[in-house]
């Protein structure tokens, strides 16, 4: 939208011309208008949010950025604030509330009504990355008793308050959870049908403490716009939307691609992440991995007399050690994405042991064929490496077949004993591999030339 | 589900028993039931899918994986491979059939109705990747004069066929699309009310070229079940559900992620990729990093004079020239991820150069004076590096900073090279910016060296 748009609006809202404003918002959908709105000052953002009915204010606003919700509602009259956080869905509500100030909540607090106050409490109690923090609690319940007719008729009644109106859920004299049904198969069927005849009665469901993860398999495998949550009692609590299926998908993507990045996940996007904070989510990493990697100071320490007797070896360690770190950022990569998504699961690491083996050594044995005819090709070029260029080449060989093989079996397996552990597997990031198989290289690489060398130049 | 219940399947099955089986499929989900004949015998399977009615028959074969559906297609008979590919959704069919051998298309082509044939040539027709390619042809248009009551008497014919009927999508004479509505709005809507003034006249859709994880953004956005394709004329040729956008964003993040880790994307689950399609996803890179790798073997053999007159110099190349490879993946996985979510465009590419260029410098401050201590602690325990450990120390010093910088401005900056030149950011992985640091790491490092070490011990 442009900025002759925001100019005119500007103008009416100076004005008070609330007629105008609304008669504006109506036909935009409010994620759009959240977008609009948020170029505006932020007082002139209040004005706005205030013209527009509450309905449509409390869906606008659940658009609006984190940072900006928040202060927003930290600006707010107590009552606004109040009517505000009435009219969003319940898990918008609660990931806001969790986020104000303890003055501003305490205020707050007593405005609400015992059922909100109660669903919030529910909603901001269960832990991150759980079918229950994502949940929202606007769902259509129906007894199994209703006929089509009369469920479409109680659908349409609690309408205007629902999440989605798209599924509805059957449950029993105890709120047990017993079936599902879809407004298309209501729709669909003959009006007087009971919901109890027409409904799925192996209903597919996930408990609260379902991890996120876990829950986006289930929507996507089933193709659902939505999954009820039960309790351990059975009972339905709350449903996942889809939408915020989606969302989570793309955030629990990033986490892994920047751990295995060697850093901490950022939680903000790139370009809104305050520097320190990024410095803190990158130097820890940094500098733990760059401690570890002073071990290969120690390890080259430990072969200073070899080098003296024989330069040429320490020009092939870079070569060396960043094939294995390589090999084993591959290896590493692919098996924890297999475990994100439920490809590959911890019995599995026997299969993943057997493949990796045999794939470290094919791939050993080629980079060291390569290494070995860059090696006679540079000496018939120029004899650089003197009469022994034969044994290095060997060395060469050698080294990368065990440094590539290792390489790729930590790389592998190193996700596998995380997860045992009861740790993010994605913490196998590609430089923590690297340095892991950096200092093993090493030996491995001067293990080989004492093997081939000792007596020549060694 | 347990084996017990395979094998009473099998017994009627084999006795034929058409009515148990339909019973026992009738209340599972096609998904479920898909993965529970999944582990029957290839015959066993097709016996299974004969006896269930025709719709639920393709609703079930459109949850097989997909090399189970071709192996099925390639032994069936004409007609009953024609009648199943009628009863799938067209964007699944479309798919199977870009997969079918010739021989088998030939055949199938003639026993297909006009329609369908138009259909999935349209639907194959367009490229991978795009809004088109993922899309549906199942929706539900209205014409505006029609009342909501009218709209939902439309909606409930048609929805025995279609993908979704949540949304329905306006269009006016020339089927050009001038707005949507949603099932929920006709519920809600007074029954006499004309569709064109019920409709949000600002809908929201993509073009049939769009990129899917375009597509996948704006779905997100605005929290939405379907959106619209529309070609260039602003006709609506199709939707794209949620359901599948799941899927998409699943697969947009791991193809990224593989690429991060320095091999192709590898298009199928791990433990389904046959070792030789593996081998050639991971050899290519590997081998490709190897031979750029050979240049610091090449960069080492020209300070080699100077190793053999302190080999001291050579025990920090490993920690040093990882640790600008370290940085430098930190921030390419940080600024391909934010590119892949639309957080950072092209132009960015000055905030982000201003951004990691202070960040680099801090971080190889940081990991510099680590490095700087190192040396004289040890130095204190036992005195390793001589007389002039001091200048050892500020070497170390010296060219961290310089690596670490380097590396952490070309892993990111990398990314919007290889963006501005058409080709995939993802492919600035790990290994690959490790490989392009490592290089320039040794001559900042025997630069720094020389630089303070000349007179003394070179």
């Given at each position: 939208m442009n900025t002759i748009l925001i100019q005119e609006i500007l103008f009416h809202l100076a004005r008070g011309h609330k007629k105008v404003i609304q008669e504006f918002a109506e036909d935009i959908h409010p994620a759009m208008l959240a977008e609009f709105i948020e170029t505006m000052a932020p007082a002139d953002l209040a004005a706005f949010l205030q013209c527009l009915p509450p309905l449509q204010r409390g869906e606008v606003f659940s658009y609006l950025d984190v940072p900006v919700q928040v202060n927003l509602a930290h600006s707010m009259k107590r009552d606004q604030l109040a009517e505000l956080v009435t009219n969003m869905s319940p898990d918008e509500r609660a990931d806001l509330v969790k986020k104000l100030k303890d003055e501003t909540l305490e205020a707050l607090w007593p405005a609400l009504a015992q059922a909100e106050r109660d669903d919030i409490k529910r909603l901001s109690g269960y832990a991150e990355g759980t079918a229950g923090a994502v949940m929202t609690t606007d769902y259509i319940t129906l007894y199994p008793a209703l006929t089509a007719r009369e469920a479409i008729e109680k659908i349409r009644r609690e309408a205007p308050d629902r999440e989605t109106i798209y599924y509805a859920y059957v449950v029993g004299d105890d709120r047990e959870f017993i079936g599902s049904t879809s407004l298309k198969d209501l729709i669909l069927a003959r009006p007087e049908i009971r919901v109890g005849d027409l409904m799925v009665p192996n209903p597919i469901f996930v408990k609260l403490s379902d991890d996120i993860e876990q829950v986006a398999m289930t929507i996507g495998k089933y193709d659902l716009l939505a999954i009820?949550?039960?309790?351990?009692?059975?009972?339905?609590?709350?449903?996942?939307?889809?939408?915020?299926?989606?969302?989570?998908?793309?955030?629990?993507?990033?986490?892994?691609?920047?751990?295995?990045?060697?850093?901490?996940?950022?939680?903000?996007?790139?370009?809104?992440?305050?520097?320190?904070r990024m410095l803190g989510k990158r130097a820890g990493w940094l500098a733990t991995l760059f401690v570890g990697e002073m071990l290969t100071a120690t390890a080259m320490g430990y072969f200073e007399h070899d080098i003296a007797k024989a330069v040429v070896l320490a020009l092939f360690v870079p070569l060396i050690i960043s094939s294995g770190g390589n090999?084993?950022?591959?290896?590493?990569?692919?098996?924890?994405?297999?475990?994100?998504?439920?490809?590959?699961?911890?019995?599995?690491?026997?299969?993943?042991?057997?493949?990796?083996?045999?794939?470290?050594?094919?791939?050993?044995?080629?980079?060291?064929?390569?290494?070995?005819?860059?090696?006679?090709?540079?000496?018939?070029?120029?004899?650089?490496?003197?009469?022994?260029?034969?044994?290095?080449?060997?060395?060469?060989?050698?080294?990368?077949?065990?440094?590539?093989?290792?390489?790729?079996?930590?790389?592998?397996?190193?996700?596998?004993?995380?997860?045992?552990?009861?740790?993010?597997?994605?913490?196998?990031s590609a430089p923590f591999v690297a340095t892991m198989v950096d200092v093993t290289g090493l030996v491995i690489y001067f293990g080989s030339a004492t093997l081939f060398l000792t007596g020549t130049l060694l």
């Amino acid at each position: 939208m442009n900025t002759i748009l925001i100019q005119e609006i500007l103008f009416h809202l100076a004005r008070g011309h609330k007629k105008v404003i609304q008669e504006f918002a109506e036909d935009i959908h409010p994620a759009m208008l959240a977008e609009f709105i948020e170029t505006m000052a932020p007082a002139d953002l209040a004005a706005f949010l205030q013209c527009l009915p509450p309905l449509q204010r409390g869906e606008v606003f659940s658009y609006l950025d984190v940072p900006v919700q928040v202060n927003l509602a930290h600006s707010m009259k107590r009552d606004q604030l109040a009517e505000l956080v009435t009219n969003m869905s319940p898990d918008e509500r609660a990931d806001l509330v969790k986020k104000l100030k303890d003055e501003t909540l305490e205020a707050l607090w007593p405005a609400l009504a015992q059922a909100e106050r109660d669903d919030i409490k529910r909603l901001s109690g269960y832990a991150e990355g759980t079918a229950g923090a994502v949940m929202t609690t606007d769902y259509i319940t129906l007894y199994p008793a209703l006929t089509a007719r009369e469920a479409i008729e109680k659908i349409r009644r609690e309408a205007p308050d629902r999440e989605t109106i798209y599924y509805a859920y059957v449950v029993g004299d105890d709120r047990e959870f017993i079936g599902s049904t879809s407004l298309k198969d209501l729709i669909l069927a003959r009006p007087e049908i009971r919901v109890g005849d027409l409904m799925v009665p192996n209903p597919i469901f996930v408990k609260l403490s379902d991890d996120i993860e876990q829950v986006a398999m289930t929507i996507g495998k089933y193709d659902l716009l939505a999954i009820p949550v039960v309790d351990e009692e059975s009972r339905i609590v709350g449903i996942v939307t889809v939408d915020d299926i989606v969302d989570v998908v793309q955030e629990e993507a990033t986490e892994d691609m920047q751990k295995l990045g060697g850093m901490q996940a950022l939680d903000e996007p790139y370009l809104e992440t305050p520097f320190r904070r990024m410095l803190g989510k990158r130097a820890g990493w940094l500098a733990t991995l760059f401690v570890g990697e002073m071990l290969t100071a120690t390890a080259m320490g430990y072969f200073e007399h070899d080098i003296a007797k024989a330069v040429v070896l320490a020009l092939f360690v870079p070569l060396i050690i960043s094939s294995g770190g390589n090999a084993g950022s591959q290896a590493s990569t692919l098996v924890i994405r297999a475990m994100a998504l439920g490809e590959v699961t911890l019995t599995d690491w026997w299969r993943v042991f057997g493949r990796e083996l045999k794939m470290g050594a094919v791939l050993g044995l080629l980079l060291g064929a390569v290494g070995f005819f860059r090696v006679l090709f540079w000496q018939m070029a120029s004899p650089v490496y003197g009469e022994h260029y034969l044994l290095i080449g060997m060395t060469i060989l050698t080294s990368l077949i065990g440094v590539v093989t290792f390489g790729t079996l930590a790389g592998s397996l190193l996700p596998f004993v995380l997860r045992r552990l009861g740790l993010d597997p994605a913490s196998a990031s590609a430089p923590f591999v690297a340095t892991m198989v950096d200092v093993t290289g090493l030996v491995i690489y001067f293990g080989s030339a004492t093997l081939f060398l000792t007596g020549t130049l060694l």
